[in-house]
């Protein structure tokens, strides 16, 4: 008889094996259900085992995928940032190359190229709705002496202090550029010659005031200013030699004073 604590599979073992049972009629429907059991076991078993191993390969699969996927996402992420600070790169350097192609080097103020370009600007503007505007030409009084007797690093720290001047004291809407050497261009758009002239005395004043110092050496600078506006019919390139004869005619006078160049009788 079956024991409290005897498995199922055990106590079956038993009968199977007690001697007293071999003429039992039901002990070969037992043993041949025992056999399909015990094969059904083991089948369960394998398939189980089967079952485990391709889940672990799934999982090992799955884990692959996802790293290298995470790899490939890394590596984009990496050309990515890569590809920003190239672009950033190239944008700072066309920003450079066109500002090192309108502006002087040593002043920072636009260069012969861009106030060409505007002055063409200003003449087609005038042509289109007939609105004035002037030039001054300005050049640096006895710049040749400064810098034999101060030497060029002085020389050039008056042109950078001179040409700061200029810009903060010309309007928001003119234009203060570096026309070459110790010359100095100023295009005051929307604006007559008298009105002009006003700005730019204001202009040789403040330069007149300006102490330049470069290290234990320091030097006062004039100006001489020459101012034309535009006339009807003329080119821009008229208006500036209009402008540079008043330049020679205020230096002629004397330095450190401007000149305006009359209008053509008629005008």
């Known amino acids: 008889m079956k024991q409290p604590n005897q498995s199922l599979e055990a106590h079956i073992h038993a009968l199977l094996e007690d001697p007293a049972q071999q003429d039992n009629p039901l002990r070969e429907p037992l043993v041949s ?24 390969m799934a999982k090992q699969q799955e884990q692959s995928l996802t790293e290298r996927l995470n790899k490939q996402l890394r590596q984009l992420e990496k050309v990515a940032r890569i590809s920003d600070r190239y672009q950033n790169m190239m944008r700072d350097l066309n920003e450079a190359l066109r500002e090192a192609s309108t502006h002087d080097a040593l002043t920072g103020l636009p260069n012969r190229r861009l106030l060409v370009d505007r002055l063409k600007k200003e003449a087609e503007r005038y042509a289109r709705y007939q609105r004035p ?54 295009l005051l758009p929307e604006t007559q ?14 330069i007149e005031n300006l ?44 330095r450190n004073q401007l000149s305006t160049a009359r209008a053509p009788s008629g005008a």
């Open 193 to 206: 010659a008298d009105a002009a002239a006003k700005v730019m005395e204001r202009v040789r004043t403040a």
């Open 211 to 254: 102490t330049i110092r470069a290290q234990t050496d320091s030097v006062n600078a004039t100006i001489s200013i020459g101012i034309a506006e535009y006339q009807p019919g003329e080119s821009y390139s008229e208006t500036i030699n209009q402008a540079d004869h008043a330049l020679l005619v205020a230096k002629r006078g004397g």
């Open 133 to 186: 505007f002037t030039i001054a030409m300005l050049d640096v009084d006895h710049f040749k002496t400064i810098n034999d007797q101060y030497g060029h690093e002085l020389g050039d720290s008056a042109l950078t202090e001179i040409a700061r001047v200029l810009d903060a004291e010309i309007r928001e809407q003119d234009l203060c550029g570096r026309w070459g050497g110790e010359e100095f261009l100023i």
């Open 33 to 56: 259900l025992w056999a399909n059991h015990q094969d059904l076991a083991r089948r369960i078993d394998r398939i189980s085992r089967i079952s485990d191993a391709y889940q672990s």
